[in-house]
């Protein structure tokens, strides 16, 4: 992990000048945006972080405790998390890439929003945008209601197994994106064939839950940190996970110990708008890892059940650059782009 030092250490001016018009009675606040920070080490003001799907999904999740994170810090004062949804998240993607030069916004984003952009054939990608960071990586979940049939993960795949379309699988993502990959390289990895899989898209975690509390979908492929609280009052129940270890805080076996080989991890970072200047990349960056290496990050690291899996500068666009090229690949195996 790089080391960066404190960009807010940067507008002395900015906020003299400020406070010295306040004086004069012109009713100027003294409060820097997050493009104009300079020499001060008072915390930036003025960002605001997009969630391009519904409130209660895993970029919702992940945006709302990081501003929190960086609000208790005192690293940022109250960033704004706003949700725009609608197309697995390229209407957000739209957005940020039509916000060419605007420092003070940046997207949570994820493995979703890559295959959104294959699947419902928009002109931008992730990669027209300014790459910032990496965060966190997250294991998938396969999850019933208390009420399903389903008590381990070997009742629902012998299940599955007889009739794949009859038994829908509900995720919080578009084709392509995270909750929909799971359950394809799932299928393969139990004899069934991905293209006869029944799979149901919901615009994020917010619209998958319901469905699964009511028994809408057979099962559920999704990350298992935003449906912590009802995990643990028992409403759903995790059949397995698929990460390389079990999951602290979810009774339930990994994919691996149950005899299924397979290993898989989402993950979530941040992106801000094309054409944004040198000074403002490097604001994000260092407020990036500001955070990250903050005690409140790393308790909520261990609360949600998240990896950590920083990731700055080129090294994130090389990757966002594979990931990108990994997913258009898989989903063209499967007609879908």
């Not at 197309?87 to 957005?95: D, I, K, M």
């Not at 979703?112 to 952009?117: I, K, M, Y």
């Not at 903050?294 to 059940?305: F, I, M, V």
């Amino acid at each position: 992990m790089k080391s960066f030092k404190s960009f807010r250490a940067l507008t002395v001016f900015a906020a003299t000048a400020a406070l010295a018009l306040g004086a004069t009675g012109c009713g100027v606040t003294s409060e820097k945006s997050g493009s104009d920070a300079g020499t001060s080490d008072a915390p930036i003001a003025n960002l605001r972080i997009m969630v391009p799907n519904t409130p209660g999904g895993g970029y919702d999740t992940t945006a709302r405790v990081g501003a929190k994170v960086m609000d208790e810090a005192k690293l940022a004062t109250n960033p704004e998390v706003f949700n725009l949804a609608g197309a697995g998240g390229t209407v957000g993607l739209a957005r940020m890439i039509n916000e060419k030069g605007n420092g003070d916004l940046a997207m949570l984003m994820g493995l979703g929003v890559v295959g959104a952009s294959y699947t419902n054939d928009t002109d931008g990608k992730l990669t027209d945008t300014t790459p910032i960071a990496k965060l966190i990586e997250e294991p998938g979940a396969i999850m019933v209601s208390k009420d399903s049939p389903y008590k381990t993960i070997d009742d629902l795949v012998a299940a599955w197994k007889k009739d794949p379309g009859k038994i829908s699988v509900g995720g919080g993502s578009s084709p392509g994106g995270p909750d929909h990959l799971l359950p394809m390289q799932l299928a393969e990895a139990v004899g069934i064939d991905p293209k006869d899989v029944n799979f149901v898209s919901f615009d994020g975690g917010g619209d998958l839950l319901p469905a699964i509390l009511g028994n809408k979908v057979g099962f559920a492929a999704s990350g298992a940190g935003e449906y912590m609280q009802q995990i643990e009052k028992g409403s759903v129940r995790v059949l397995a996970t698929s990460g390389e270890k079990s999951l602290e805080g979810v009774d339930a076996p990994t994919l691996k110990e149950s005899d299924i080989d397979l290993v898989f991890s989402n993950w979530r970072g941040l992106v801000a708008p094309p054409g944004i200047s040198d000074e403002d990349k490097t604001k994000w960056v260092e407020l990036m890892t500001e955070m990250h290496d903050s005690e409140q990050w790393k308790e909520a690291l261990k609360t949600n059940g998240w990896t950590d899996a920083f990731m700055t500068g080129d090294d994130f666009s090389a990757f966002l650059t594979e990931q990108d090229e990994r997913v258009a690949s898989v989903l063209k195996t499967l007609g879908l782009a």
